[in-house]
């Protein structure tokens, strides 16, 4: 078919920093970011511009104050943040938090430098899966912890179903074609990558202005933290409804399907003059909903992908691949010049004929790294064949899949991160930082601390944390985290540290809780991609571990008062019945008395899960139902059950965003199992667990569910699993070893190596 020819003019630009070198510094954002950890703290610092370039600051003590000097606001709040962690030793995280309650001088001057120029915050995965259904008050949380590690940039999908109900109405799409194609929050990741189209809608008009209203105090409250938003930018995405002759002057490229049956969005054909048309109206529209009125407002990022986890249609050339990448760039520096877009590259994307057409100056990849080990990743990797250039790119971490939860870590990988290479052949320059983009943050609290001492430590020339380094590091974590430590705690510590926060092989996130699988006897993992082997780590020397939390919070009881300890507490016990179950499971199909069991420790993971807020499925609904009050929670349980409601209500990407949530565990996963087991006790056929499991899955989530009680104590719970798991008792073995544990040092009461 004869391409479409429309001349456009491209105008040479220079890209727009992060702020201008004749204005002075604005530190009225960092100061009320001080504000919000501690008005105390607030009180005690001082804020003054830094004579030097880059990314700098130095921390030290004047008259009494906590004085910061930075260059920019970047670098001020994380040096703010170095302070609390380093100095104050308070602990900011995602899994619970500890504010100190004093605030010391630093007892000399502290040179905070990032390594990098970018630290990038997020992909749309970790977004819909972490913080689909967030709101101002979360998200004012979430830019504090970004900005206090040092992030620079952050992905923003918030407004964009405004962005695009107003760029498909100025198109002439019809009013049902707009709301078959929107997508609700937790698929709009999917939506954003070319996925999937329209699934959980329609979306109200009044929730599209909710999301909206959010997006535009985002863009403000990210940048006086001195964050950069990463707007969307239009990729040549359309619905696939649009009729071959809906569009002036286009041509369709018709593609195929996702995974599990969906549709992918259409691609426009860049070199027709539909594409240039619906590029202005997109970024016109970017201009309105966000507020962005003069040009010192506008875009440093814009988002999008092609070919996302599918291939380029075959009717598209290799030559119509590069153009999309030469005619995207072209329009988003005629609406916003100096933009820098930014690309995921996974599972082979960008493919290289889009890399073909990039222009390196307006371009950064984020290299994802399932391994977390940079295995095949370099700066020889991303290259511009048709010129030769180079394209700058960063490396991110995606340590959890989907939001799961469950004990894991990556200490190996993220204490040696500082190993990542900034060079290739001919390439030095074109490594440019790092990203944080696991699906699920809300995870693993160890290793997403000891990731943020990969590039942005003080001491800028020992990032890496050696064998020789991590008992101290550990002790430091501790007092951050628990402002205590006892020995109990020390071994605890030093046993996760070297099993299940250091999981040495490349899966995709946790090792899954066969309590959340879709049941079978034969479980090896609960997601269609999880892990399929077992504990990479000796059951029983983590059963240890937790009775090692128990004897300190027996000890100490006001332990539990901290939110902090109760999340790590709750999260080890059930683990361990976690674990067990997967043990125990096989043998089910034959002992009704396991099966008893199976479904007794689910009863108590249930009970302990409710200990902790962090853990209960009714405090993360209410704030779904803040957010997004009509049609949030069934979406938020379709989320994390079975993704999509097929005809039978399951699909692949049944339970691929799986959670270990009182409420969740006992209405959800217990009642499919117990309908299970039911059938090798002879009460339920197999038609009549298919049938309940099938209803199950349709009025869940809209079902009300029984209320979860608060009133739980987690002592006499944990004592109660401890109890029934019945573990062998574990002593030190070798204390030549000083509590470095080894797995060859562990004896049980026999004497035989476990």
């Known amino acids: 078919m ?37 008005p105390d703290l607030a009180a005690k610092v001082e804020l003054q511009e830094l004579d030097a370039t880059g990314d700098e600051a130095r921390l030290s003590a004047q008259d009494g104050k906590i004085l910061i000097r930075a260059t920019n606001a970047r670098s001020a709040s994380l040096a703010l943040g170095r302070y609390i962690r380093d100095i104050a030793k308070g602990h900011i995280s995602w899994c619970a938090s500890r504010i100190p309650t004093e605030w010391p001088l630093p007892p000399s001057e502290i040179t905070v430098k990032p390594l990098h120029p970018y630290a990038i915050a997020y992909n749309y995965c970790t977004i819909s899966y972490t913080m689909a259904f967030w709101g101002q008050a979360e998200w004012q949380k979430e830019i504090d912890r970004l900005a206090l590690q040092g992030y620079n940039i952050a992905l923003m999908t918030a407004g964009l179903q405004k962005v695009w109900d107003l760029t498909l109405t100025d198109m002439g799409y019809s009013e049902e074609q707009r709301k078959n194609y929107i997508a609700d929050d937790a698929a709009s990741a999917w939506w954003h990558m070319g996925n999937l189209q329209g699934l959980g809608g329609p979306v109200s008009a009044e929730q599209i202005e909710r999301d909206a209203t959010l997006g535009k105090w985002m863009v403000g409250a990210l940048r006086e933290v001195g964050i950069e938003p990463i707007f969307q930018g239009f990729v040549g995405l359309i619905p696939s409804s649009t009729a071959d002759d809906q569009l002036a002057d286009s041509r369709i490229f018709r593609t195929g399907e996702w995974v599990a049956g969906f549709k992918n969005p259409d691609i426009l054909d860049p070199t027709c003059g539909a594409f240039q048309t619906f590029s202005e109206k997109w970024y016109a529209n970017i201009k309105k909903v966000y507020a962005l009125n003069h040009a010192a407002d506008y875009p440093k990022f814009l988002g999008g992908d092609l070919f996302h986890e599918s291939a380029p249609p075959s009717s598209m050339s290799a030559d119509d691949q590069r153009l999309c990448a030469v005619k995207a760039q072209r329009y988003q520096q005629d609406a916003f010049p100096g933009v820098i877009w930014i690309l995921q590259s996974w599972q082979g994307s960008p ?56 004990m894991h870590g990556a200490f190996r990988r993220f204490r040696n991160l500082g190993n990542i290479p900034g060079s290739g052949t001919g390439a030095a320059d074109s490594f440019k930082g790092y990203g944080l983009l696991s699906e699920g943050l809300e995870t693993n609290p160890s290793s997403y601390d000891i990731f943020a001492d990969a590039f942005a430590k003080p001491d800028s020339a ?53 309590f959340c699988a879709n049941p079978s006897y034969n479980v090896t993992c609960v997601s269609a991609w999880g892990p399929t082997t077992g504990t990479p780590y000796p059951r029983q020397v983590l059963i240890e571990a937790a009775r090692l939390y128990l004897a300190s919070a027996k000890a100490k009881p006001e332990l539990l008062d901290l939110e902090t300890f109760r999340y790590d507490f709750v999260e080890i016990f059930q683990q361990i019945l976690a674990d067990k179950a997967r043990e125990i499971l096989p043998q089910c199909a034959t002992s009704s008395k396991l099966r008893a069991d199976f479904m007794k420790f689910m009863n108590l993971a249930d009970q302990i899960l409710a200990c902790s807020d962090e853990w209960r499925l009714d ?115 070798d204390a030549a070893q000083d509590n470095l544990w080894k797995g060859a040092n562990w004896v049980d009461v026999n004497g035989d190596t476990v």
């Open 2 to 38: 004869k391409k479409c020819n429309k001349a456009v003019v491209f105008f040479s630009v220079m890209f727009f920093g992060f702020s201008s070198a004749f204005a002075a510094v604005d530190f009225t954002g960092i100061k009320a970011l001080a504000g919000r950890v501690s």
């Open 351 to 406: 493919v290289q004929n889009l890399r073909n057409g990039l222009d390196p100056k307006y371009t950064l990849i984020q290299a994802l790294d399932q391994g977390m080990d940079n295995t095949g990743t370099s700066s020889a990797s991303y290259v511009n064949k048709t010129t030769g250039d180079y394209l700058p790119w960063v490396w991110v971490e995606v340590m959890n899949f989907g939001g799961n939860t469950g």
């Open 462 to 514: 020992s990032q890496n944390i050696s064998d020789a380094d991590l008992p101290k590091w550990l002790e430091d974590y501790r007092f951050r985290r628990y402002g205590y430590t006892d020995a109990n705690l020390a071994l605890a510590h030093h046993i996760c540290s070297t099993s299940v926060w250091d999981c040495a092989r490349n899966q995709q996130g946790t090792i899954e809780s066969v």
């Open 619 to 733: 405090k993360k609904e209410a704030r779904v139902q803040t957010k997004a009050p009509d049609t949030g929670v069934a979406a938020y349980r379709r989320m994390i059950t079975t993704w999509t409601l097929g005809a039978n209500g399951t699909s692949v990407l049944s339970e691929y965003a799986h959670r270990s949530y009182a409420g969740l565990m006992k209405h959800y996963y217990a009642e499919r199992w117990q309908a299970f087991f039911d059938i090798a006790d002879g009460v339920k056929t197999q038609t009549e667990y298919d049938s309940f499991v099938s209803t199950l899955n349709r009025t869940f989530p809209s079902a009300t569910l029984e209320a979860t009680p608060d009133d739980g104590d987690p002592v006499a719970v944990a004592e109660a699993i401890l109890h029934a798991l019945e573990p062998p008792f574990l002593k030190w073995a």
